[in-house]
């Protein structure tokens, strides 16, 4: 179990692709996880379809004041958190994704900027603190965060202009953080993801839709939230002692660099 007395908080841990973050981490990796959810209600429901050790935490990563309570909270019962997954993302909503540039307004960009990009910052500059002393405290350890951006941030994309520059600023942090804090053993990554068949987005497609998503990327298929768990796992733990700042893209072969 690579991430054994590990303790791992995951945004937006309730359904999805944080869902399978916590539960990977959890029941096959052996960290405590937080699991996260603006719901308290959606945290316990999700908590108890995981085995192993779980706390279920309401949080809204837009309201810094929620997220510096969650921080204090998770210093006083863990000594702080090893690993931050910022998976906490605003819904996909297919009005607002096919709306040519020129159509976004400053509410809807505003409202995907805030969850996204913003609350990736506020968890990140909520946490850092206490990761730092964690970490030094430890004669090997590294501190990790995930961040959860998108391929169009790095290809560009037609559509859905607000996530794509939401999710390229999130890269941005990745890369600051990285630089910033590595000669602190804070190790930091974004997974950039393709088509991956969750709720959220799989069902919300037209038949049509769905079909040429499959089309995209070389492996032909939609990835899982599963095979993201599985590479965020790899990321939290020793396994990639050296390297920080990466982009990982989980898109089956559609964007390569």
């Known amino acids: 179990m690579a991430l054994f007395n590990k303790v791992a908080l995951v945004t937006g841990s309730s359904s999805g692709i944080g869902f399978a973050i916590a539960k990977e981490f959890a029941e096959n990796q052996g960290a405590t996880v937080l699991v996260c959810s603006r719901n308290i209600n959606g945290a316990i429901k999700a908590l108890r379809k995981i085995k192993g050790n779980t706390q279920a935490v309401g949080l809204d990563v837009r309201r810094e004041k929620d997220v510096r309570s969650v921080a204090k909270r998770a210093v006083l019962d863990h000594g702080g958190v090893d690993i931050l997954v910022n998976c906490a993302g605003h819904r996909f909503d297919n009005a607002i994704w096919y709306k040519k540039y020129h159509q976004m307004t400053d509410r809807v960009l505003d409202a995907i900027l805030d969850v ?142």
């Not at 996204?116 to 968890?123: E, N, P, S, V, Y």
């Open 116 to 257: 996204d990009l913003k609350g990736t910052i506020h968890m990140t500059r909520a946490f850092l603190p206490s990761m730092i002393r964690k970490t030094n405290r430890s004669h090997c350890a590294s501190g990790v965060i995930i961040n959860i951006a998108s391929t169009p941030a790095l290809s560009g994309q037609k559509e859905g202009a607000p996530y794509t520059i939401a999710k390229a600023a999130v890269i941005a942090v990745t890369k600051h953080i990285a630089l910033e804090y590595g000669n602190q053993k804070i190790r930091a990554y974004t997974l950039a993801l393709g088509n991956i068949a969750t709720d959220a987005t799989y069902y919300s497609m037209t038949k049509r839709g769905r079909k040429i998503a499959t089309s995209e990327p070389a492996m032909k298929r939609w990835g899982s939230a599963v095979e993201v768990a599985k590479v965020a796992a790899c990321l939290g733990s020793e396994s990639f002692s050296y390297a920080t700042g990466n982009t990982i893209i989980i898109d089956g072969g559609k964007v390569i660099v």
